[in-house]
């Protein structure tokens, strides 16, 4: 069974950092695309950013500039450096992942964890 599990939330004041990570643990042959997604409440869950295995990235227009997505592959790691955080950037981070048992990849999805940014 493959798990994502998120770390690095929190509580922190307009304009501060935070770094997320997500570690994929279990039994696989490879992990390809990696990203983050966010759900504020009342609202839909969005992209904010992904990184290949390769390291091309992709970001949302609302936090270019901010936030930058990287990954260790050794570790089976993804990370996302928030920076200048906004209110509007509250909400819950979740990690998503393609994951390959076999030649077939397989999405999963983290718990997510808690960004609060308020002063």
């Known amino acids: 069974q493959v798990q994502l599990v998120e770390s690095g939330g929190g509580l922190v004041q307009p304009g501060g950092s935070l770094r997320l990570s997500c570690v994929a643990s279990?039994?696989?042959?490879?992990?390809?695309?990696m990203g983050w997604y966010r759900q504020a409440p009342g609202k839909q869950r969005e992209l904010v950013a992904t990184?290949?295995?390769?390291?091309?990235?992709n970001y949302a227009e609302s936090v270019k500039g901010r936030f930058t997505i990287s990954r260790d592959n050794a570790k089976n790691t993804v990370y996302l450096q928030l920076n200048s955080l906004k209110p509007e950037d509250t909400a819950v981070y979740y990690c998503?992942?393609?994951?390959?048992?076999?030649?077939?990849?397989?999405?999963?999805w983290g718990q997510g964890t808690q960004v609060t940014v308020s002063s």
């Open positions: 998503n992942a393609d994951v390959r048992l076999t030649w077939l990849p397989t999405n999963y």
């Open positions: 279990g039994t696989f042959l490879s992990i390809g695309a």
């Open positions: 990184i290949t295995s390769g390291g091309n990235t």
